[in-house]
């Protein structure tokens, strides 16, 4: 039995370097000071290097508005991790369709390969989010992702490698259900539960269960 939990706990190991050797090179991070100063704006007009605009909501019941960072306040609405902060906006979303406005991070400096957030969803209602980062002559923009209300938490990167000097940094927000207040805090840290292992590492994981069934089966373990 003990050699059977060796061998399983070596395969999970094999699995877990692979995780790390897939999501290798440099990530750039946020910085305490980049969370919790004032440094965040929520963008509304004019577009992206590549035509994209940072905002396409048209205020259709009342104009976007930013309330800005919160810690953990009765005007934020809910405790916060440590080392996390809140952004509270209003009047972003309607209904049929995808409206969205941009949260940035100005003055950032492109020396990395890729760029990895935490969003957690505060509000009660599911919000889309994706990452963006812009140089001013390139722009890239991560896939739309969906993270669920009342504190669900996701890790969102994006590819930046081919952007140089400095620039804008950042997520946009939005929503096709209603017009809405968003509650979003961000960090950089990753819960465990928030981990996704990648396919490599899932397939080296189950060829090792195959291994031990095989064996057990011959009476050798």
Do not use: K
């Amino acid at each position: 039995m003990n050699r059977l939990l060796s061998f399983s706990a070596a395969c999970w190991l094999l699995a877990v370097l692979n995780i790390s050797s897939v999501s290798a090179g440099p990530t750039f991070t946020l910085t305490t000071s980049d969370l919790l100063s004032s440094n965040w704006d929520m963008i509304v007009a004019g577009t992206m290097a590549n035509g994209t605009p940072f905002s396409n909501d048209a205020g259709a019941l009342s104009p976007p508005t930013y309330g800005g960072e919160f810690l953990t306040s009765s005007t934020y609405g809910v405790p916060l991790p440590s080392g996390f902060v809140g952004l509270v906006g209003c009047g972003v979303g309607n209904f049929g369709s995808l409206e969205y406005v941009s949260l940035a991070l100005s003055g950032a400096a492109f020396s990395d390969d890729s760029f990895t957030l935490v969003l957690s969803n505060d509000n009660d209602d599911p919000w889309q989010y994706r990452l963006f980062a812009d140089d001013g002559d390139n722009t890239v923009l991560g896939p739309w992702t969906v993270i669920g209300p009342n504190g669900a938490t996701q890790a969102l990167s994006v590819d930046i490698s081919g952007l140089d000097g400095t620039g804008l940094l950042g997520f946009q927000i939005g929503s096709d259900v209603r017009e809405d207040c968003f509650h979003t805090s961000l960090g950089t840290t990753a819960t465990p539960d928030g981990i996704i292992p990648s396919p490599g590492a899932l397939l080296l994981a189950s060829i090792g269960c195959l291994v031990v069934q095989r064996l057990r089966g011959r009476g050798r373990i």
